[in-house]
């Protein structure tokens, strides 16, 4: 993207080329790869780029996930449930990227209401890594990590809850940024874990995602969770290297569940960090192992609230009963689907009275165990490496029919959410073609020294 603004700096009449090799891209690739619900028409963008050249981002279009509200298309969240809802208003991610000059190119695939790891969840279609048509791109931002690595999008807007834009940057070979909680402001994200969502940037390389971040990182008062910023270019200083800082690998995640091939991987990681002048130190996160379930215990209670908005009386597709009660059910049995379901039974169960205490207060208790883990990490070192995901991407309809083997897919990336921090997937080599990602976390608010680090990284890393 930074290559295409310069471009486009010196010649703005380039845009009707980059705007003709996206529609051209598009056609003939998302056939297969199927990471797109919907696309803008191109006339009316290309008037819009062309009106946006002056801007910091010169009309260079974005793509992003269906469950991000913008004006002009629809907002389905891959549900059946809103397939014919049409966004009523722009996220406020929509209305800074518009500002700096980057208009919407189209709305892509995910898991339904960004619950799950392959975007098999969708209502509408399976999208498929780029890689190997017979994989999954992982979830629950398939459809953007998807786009951008099929060079149908020049990048993408994700959402990340529990790994879902780092886990799809993993395994389609891209870079995922999580953000701080708060950094970037929620309002026009439909709610899924409202104390773990998290909208970032998808793209080519990491400067990339600072330029990104540059713009959707602004306090927002429509958002009640939105942090004070600090006043950062992450761009900036991207390329002062990593000469002196500390780096922990956590035993924890180079575990049993770890495929060898990425083990071995991880041994040339830490040879180009030591190569770039970095120190390697060997730390642990002692409450790692109960993330799965801490997890999927908070975020599946916060969803069963969220999704009570979604009763078949007001924007939802409605049921056809003769009583409110019917109308109720039935509407939200045909509107959801079985892993959205699952979800809000675990959800409900784990809130209700006499399980509270023992299910929901328990996961909190466990939850500040780990945040606890990091800080006591953070105090020693500047910045944790692991793998993104236990393995490469897995086949399509691999693990669909056993959520728990698809639970785990997401072992390496939980964490981060539950303690609030961020964290980055950058691509760091292949397994038999397949991509590897390699997550960079960091403490509260230390976006500038991830992206930093990853661009040493990604500049030094040769496989």
């Given amino acids: 993207m930074h290559e ?31 990471a797109y619900l919907e696309t803008a028409d191109k006339e009316p963008l290309l008037a819009e780029a062309r009106e946006k050249a002056e801007r910091p981002l010169k009309g260079v279009p974005g793509t992003i996930k269906d469950n991000i509200q913008t004006l002009g298309f629809k907002t389905t969240c891959a549900s059946r449930f809103l397939e014919d809802y049409d966004s009523v208003y722009d996220a406020t991610v929509i209305k800074l990227l518009n500002e700096a000059g980057s208009p919407v190119l189209g709305k892509v695939n995910m898991d339904e209401f960004a619950m799950g790891s392959s975007t098999e969840n969708s209502y509408f279609q399976t999208t498929r890594n780029p890689n190997d048509l017979t ?27 529990g790994g879902s834009v780092r886990h799809p940057a993993a395994f389609c070979g891209v ?15 439909t709610a899924f874990a409202s104390s ?3 909208i970032g940037p998808i793209t080519k390389d990491v400067y990339d995602a ?44 180079f575990g049993d569940e770890l495929d060898e091939r990425i083990q071995d991987k991880a041994e040339r990681w830490k040879e180009t960090f030591e190569d770039i002048g970095a120190e390697i130190v060997d730390i642990s996160l002692p ?39 019917e109308l109720f059910s039935k509407s939200r049995d045909e509107g959801f689907g079985a892993e959205v379901k699952r979800r809000i039974l675990l959800g409900t169960y784990a809130l209700s009275a006499g399980y509270y205490d023992e299910y929901y207060g328990k996961a909190q208790k466990a939850r500040r165990l780990i945040k606890g883990d990091f800080d006591d990490a ?17 086949k399509i309809g691999e693990k669909i029919e056993d959520p728990l083997e698809m639970y785990l897919s997401d072992v390496f990336i939980v964490p981060i959410n539950l303690a609030g921090i961020p964290a980055m997937s950058i691509p760091a080599g ?8 390699m997550q960079l976390m960091g403490e509260s608010l230390s976006e500038e020294l991830i992206l930093r680090a990853g661009y040493a990284f990604e500049n030094a890393f040769t496989g």
């Fill in 4 to 34: 295409l603004i310069d471009l486009l700096e010196e010649d703005p009449g380039k845009i009707e080329d980059l705007i003709d090799s996206l529609y051209d891209s598009i056609e003939k690739t998302d056939g297969e790869v199927q």
């Fill in 135 to 161: 994989r999954v791109p992982g979830g629950s931002s398939g459809g953007s990590a998807a786009a951008v690595a099929a060079d149908e999008a020049i990048y993408a807007l994700g959402s990340d809850t």
């Fill in 175 to 189: 870079v995922g940024l999580k953000p701080t909680y708060g950094l970037v402001s929620r309002y026009g994200l």
């Fill in 196 to 198: 773990l969502d998290q």
């Fill in 210 to 253: 600072a330029l990104l971040l540059n713009v959707i990182a602004e306090q927002d008062e429509m958002d009640s969770t939105s942090a004070a910023n600090p006043a950062v270019d992450y761009s900036d200083g991207i390329d002062r290297g990593v000469e002196g800082l500390k780096v922990g690998f956590p035993e924890e995640y």
């Fill in 287 to 325: 409450h790692t192992e109960y993330a799965i379930a801490t997890y999927y215990l908070i975020s599946s209670s916060e969803a069963s609230a969220n999704l009570a908005r979604f009763d078949g009386v007001r924007y939802t597709s409605r049921a056809d009963t003769e009583s409110i009660d």
């Fill in 378 to 394: 953070f105090a020693e070192i500047d910045l944790i490496a692991a793998p993104t995901s236990p393995t490469p991407a897995f």
């Fill in 430 to 437: 292949e397994v038999q073609g397949l991509p590897v990602g």
